[in-house]
């Protein structure tokens, strides 16, 4: 029996581009540090996480062979864009988990980047001639110098394949404990919510404006389970192109963000 991955996709809390999204394009904005608001969202998920890992050792397998048990690592391997509101977000919920893992930066996990829109006002930019091309081919379009959601969904699908295949061949990252077949291996991700989206329509292959339709909130966790089909091969030149290739995946969880919101989120429903 090889080992179930727990993979959970991490929004970070609320930023300053956040609070600026109604007027103006965030995209990337690198610099872009957390609100206090935002702060607080990350205290109560990793508040929340610390209850998660240490109570996931009553975990139960899905869709396997075995009844087993399968105890998972009480030390996550951590990744994370590189981005300043992500890197935020990984630290604060990392400090109130267990032994307090490494946080392995990845640059294909960073926000979508749109070019010469970045931080433009929205009604400058989105005239009704662009708003055409864009609901034409929304999984092609791009801002000028900017990425489509294609190019987002390759890069970022292409980095979670790599770093969940080390993970699975070596057991996880440097500073993990090591795996035994018997383990669950779980795996936090710290990324923007367009990326994650791009990552959800992509393991579930579902149609390209399904992209658009899924709603990630600040300091949300999607979770999925992958179950390998068999040994991860470890040789970087039989990486795989899709997710698929790696096993079975399960949709746990979408936009769960419960633990963090305030009155002002629940009432915004």
């Known amino acids: 029996m090889h080992p179930r991955l727990r993979l959970l996709l991490i929004r970070h809390g609320e930023s300053e581009a956040n ?9 990337r904005s690198a ?13 109560r998920l990793g508040q929340r996480l610390a209850h998660m890992v240490k109570a996931a ?14 105890p998972p690592h009480l030390h996550p391997t951590v990744f994370a864009s590189p981005l ?22 990845v640059d294909a ?12 006002p929205r009604e400058q930019v989105l005239t009704p001639e662009t708003l055409q091309a864009l609901a034409k081919n929304p999984f092609e379009f791009h801002a000028p110098g900017g990425e489509s959601p294609r190019d987002v969904e390759r890069r970022a699908s292409g980095a979670l394949h790599t770093l969940v295949q080390q993970v699975l061949a070596h057991g996880a990252a440097p ?7 018997a383990s669950d291996v779980l795996v936090l991700v710290f990324t923007h919510g ?8 992509n393991i579930l292959d579902a149609a390209p404006a399904m992209t658009a339709r899924i709603r990630v909130d600040n300091a949300a966790v999607v979770e999925l389970w992958l179950q390998p089909h068999h ?21 746990v969880r979408v936009n769960d963000a419960l633990a963090t919101y305030d009155s002002a989120a629940l009432n915004a429903w």
């Open 109 to 120: 996990l960073a926000e979508i980047f749109q070019g010469e829109w970045e931080d433009a």
């Open 231 to 251: 040994a991860i091969a470890t040789d970087a030149g039989v990486l795989a192109e899709s997710a698929h290739r790696l096993g079975d995946w399960y949709l």
């Open 175 to 181: 500073d993990a404990a090591p795996t035994t077949e």
């Open 31 to 43: 610099e872009s540090a957390l609100t206090t608001r935002g702060e607080q969202q990350a205290r």
């Open 194 to 201: 367009f990326v994650i989206k791009c990552l959800l329509r």
């Open 84 to 105: 300043k509101r992500a890197q935020q977000t990984a630290a604060i919920v990392i400090s109130a988990l267990p032994q307090s893992p490494s946080v392995h930066t």
């Open 57 to 70: 050792t009553e975990s139960k397998p899905i869709a396997d062979d075995t009844s087993q048990h399968r």
């Open 19 to 27: 609070l600026r999204e109604p007027q103006y394009i965030a995209g």
